[in-house]
């Protein structure tokens, strides 16, 4: 298997790099800073979004060749909160939209190039974001926005090469460090395991069966540490 993984540096981001070179995939990591693990690495640069995709597109077609890749995953993003009268409201909202909505457009871009016919591509949303969320509305919006993006990629005359799967993820809390540190009085029960997702997108790459439907948003939900898939 050859897979790019978007926010490869990251905690979930990393723990797929590394979940996949155990399987001795090839994995080209797309994130601001390099991942060491990774056989080939895409550093993101560039102010505006245009600058940003133009770069990866060019930098990952130079490290990938003409070879199709089997998967890309979009797992970069950030969570910032506030409401439309805090005053990182704007600031908080603009570090979202980079984020969550720039990084899942370059990776429509890019899979439209170099996926295989057949390929799976995955994006990441939130379940909270299927409503209102007044306390953190840049957060809100831009996963609400990815969620519309994945249904748009599956639509007819997507651009993307044919028989691709589209999916995002939904999940509720992923069990990372960084959400430890800063609740560590939550119930763990509740959260996702990053093995879980990891060995889920493994079974999505090799396994088209088992793949949802084409443009759903997949609820991954964490009750007394069992993990399950509800797509919608």
Not at 122 to 147: D, E, I, Q, R, W
Request: aromatic share 8%.
């Amino acid at each position: 298997m050859r897979v790019a993984v978007y926010g490869g540096k990251g905690a979930l981001g990393s723990t797929l790099v590394h979940h996949f070179k155990a399987k001795s995939w090839w994995v080209c990591s797309i994130d601001l800073a390099e991942n060491p693990e990774a056989d080939a690495n895409v550093v993101v640069k560039g102010d505006t979004l245009q600058d940003q995709a133009d770069m990866v597109r060019k930098e990952f077609a130079g490290v990938c060749g003409e070879e199709k890749i089997d998967a890309l995953y979009c797992v970069a993003g950030g969570w910032a909160g506030g409401n439309a009268s805090n005053d990182d409201f704007i600031k908080n909202t603009d570090l979202m939209m980079k984020q969550s909505i720039w990084t899942s457009a370059i990776s429509a871009n890019v899979a439209a190039f170099h996926l295989k016919e057949g390929g799976l591509l995955t994006l990441t949303g939130a379940v909270p974001c299927l409503k209102g969320t007044s306390f953190m509305m840049g957060y809100g919006l831009s996963k609400a926005a990815v969620h519309q993006l994945t249904k748009s990629l599956a639509a007819p005359n997507n651009g993307l090469p044919d028989n691709v799967s589209v999916q995002c993820i939904l999940p509720v809390t992923l069990d990372t460090p960084m959400n430890r540190k800063f609740m560590a009085d939550a119930d763990f029960t509740t959260w996702t395991p990053m093995s879980y997702v990891a060995d889920m997108f493994t079974r999505w790459a090799e396994d088209p069966s088992s793949r949802h439907p084409n443009g759903s948003l997949v609820k991954i939900i964490t009750e007394k540490s069992e993990t399950r898939e509800e797509a919608e």
